[in-house]
């Protein structure tokens, strides 16, 4: 059963930084790329970054909006991705859920098979 | 960067009606288009991929239609439980960008 379980989050300052884990199992982690979306409180999802597989380069990407301030990252060997957010600001304000990226048969890959139930970060004062 | 809309925001209708939500891109994205259900305290679940892939386990009266830059998510006969805000999501290229949703109501 595919299982993923996000940490980290909580009530942190405006301007601080916090870094949120993801620990997966059930699936050949390595495998597959690693996506971080977020939903702020009475908005829709929005999509923060994710990190590809090493098969496909390993490189991360990242949506405008947290594009050098947020690092998404991943460990192999342990099975974990993380998202480094810095400089936070309240509008970072949300729910954050870890996520797999699936694949077709033609080795495109991007949409969103398994998520987990996501952790909650809170910027204020 | 492509930008997704979807139409209408919102939609009441009774059950039993048949339902679309209908999602449009900025740019030809091909089939690379998913359909995603979030329930009210819930994840978001995963309907469709590649524009018209049912998902395992996803009820038939659900389907995708289209290519390009129009797509189409159908609910053939709506059903209480069908209540939520519906999201389309292009991928296979960065960024991943979602629509901002469609809510579904009963009336």
Same mark, same amino acid.
């Given at each position: 059963e595919v299982q993923l379980v996000e940490s980290g989050g909580g009530l942190v300052q405006p301007g601080r930084s916090v870094r949120l884990s993801c620990t997966a199992s059930g699936f050949t982690f390595v495998d597959y790329a690693m996506t971080w979306v977020r939903q702020a409180p009475g908005k829709g999802l929005e999509w923060v970054g994710f990190i590809r597989r090493k098969a496909n380069g390993g490189a &991360?990407?990242? !949506? &405008? +909006? $947290? %594009? @050098? %301030?947020?690092? $998404? +990252? %991943? =460990? =192999?060997? +342990?099975?974990? !991705?993380?998202l480094q957010m810095d400089n936070l600001k309240t509008e970072d304000t949300a729910m954050y859920?870890?996520? %797999?990226? @699936?694949s077709?048969?033609? @080795?495109?890959y991007g949409f969103f098979d398994y998520w987990g139930q996501g952790t909650l970060v809170t910027v204020s004062s | 960067d492509i930008q997704m809309t979807q139409s209408p925001a919102s939609l009441s209708a009774s059950v039993g009606d048949r339902v679309s939500i209908t999602c449009r891109a900025s740019q030809d994205i091909s089939i690379y288009l998913a359909w995603y259900q979030h329930k009210l305290g819930q994840v978001p679940k995963l309907l469709i991929a590649g524009a018209s892939t049912l998902q395992s386990g996803v009820p038939s009266?659900?389907?995708g239609s289209g290519s390009g830059t129009d797509f189409t998510l159908t609910i053939s006969s709506l059903q209480p439980e069908d209540v939520a805000t519906y999201y389309c999501q292009r991928y296979s290229n960065a960024p991943r960008v979602f629509g901002p949703g469609t809510k579904v109501d009963i009336k």
């Open positions: &991360p990407g990242y !949506a &405008p +909006s $947290v %594009r @050098g %301030r947020f690092t $998404v +990252s %991943r =460990d =192999d060997f +342990s099975n974990k !991705a993380y859920y870890c996520i %797999r990226e @699936g077709h048969t033609n @080795g495109e | 009266r659900f389907s």
